[in-house]
Each structure stands twice: as C-alpha cells, then as structure tokens.
C-alpha cells in the first residue's frame, strides 16, 4: 500500500490561479499514486448544468462560490484522491482549513505572462471563464494574484513554480515533496 509520509488516506489538493496546470498535473500525480483525479471546477459544470461564466452570470459570484464550497467539502471528505481546485477556492477560510485537514495542499505558480500567455493559447477556458474585475487579462491576473497571494499562502503547505516545466516535472517535485519515490503507486 502506497504512504506518503507514513499516511495511506488523504488527498493531495492543488491551489492556484486558473492556468497554473492544476488540471494538466493533477490528473498526472493522480495516476502515478494509483488515486482518483477530481477538477471541481467540471464537477461544478457538472452539477450546475452550465459554465462557469454562466453561473456567475445567471446567478451571481456568491452563489459560486457556495457551489465551489460545498463540492470542495464532499471532495475533500475522500480518501485517496488528488484534487484539481478552482483558482478562487482558497477565498473561504473553511475551505482553507479543510484542506489544510485532509493533507497536502501544493500551490501551482506561474508568473503573470506565463498565465496570461496560456490563457491566450486556450480560448476554450477563456470563453467559460467570468471575468473577475472587468479589467483587461494582464491588469485582471495581477490584480487577482495580489488579492489572492497570502491565501494561497496560508493554505499552501509548499509551493511549486510551473512557468519552465513540464508536467511530468512538477509532478517528480510534488512526489519529492511528498515523500513519494517516482514510479507511482505501490
């Protein structure tokens, strides 16, 4: 049976802002541990039955971030499953702390014109995304990231800067953090 850091039964949670690779590197750590990968944000898409932008848009950031909140708590309930969270779910301090709670939290970074520039190269995630301060991309992503930073930062139990790697990079460094020995799943 696989431990990280002599734990069997816990979830590995991934925080940052959209276009970090939280989807992207998640689903990769959650196959080379053996585990489930859940994206809340689908599985918000999912239950709601629209896009995130229309949520916002139909009714309102509140209610989001209710949704977000509550798919994050039966998420985080789990065993063994490696968890791809929205960019804003560190907004709540209970969510903060339940995933503090239910393991390792790793905080995905990218500077600003990695973000933006990845952004720009998915319009798929773009168009399904509300804008947050109706500001232009880059004065949106600076804006958010400050607001955001020390949450990120009170939730994080360490971060990873994704702007130079690869996937399965920052996937070799998580499992190095974790105590995981590359190669997987046991």
Known sequence: ML?????????VTLIGYRATGKSTVGRLLASRLGWEFVDTDEQIVNVAGKSIAEIFRDDGEQDFRELERRQ????????????????GAILSPQTRRLMQESGPVVWLTAKVETIVQRLNEDSASTGSRPSLTGRGLVEEVESVLQTRFPLYSEAASFQIETDAQTAEQIVDEIMSHLGVENGGAA
């Open 3 to 11: 431990r990280i850091n002599g734990n069997t039964n816990m979830v």
């Open 72 to 87: 994050l708590q039966q998420e985080l309930s789990r065993e063994r499953v490696v968890i791809s969270s929205g960019g």
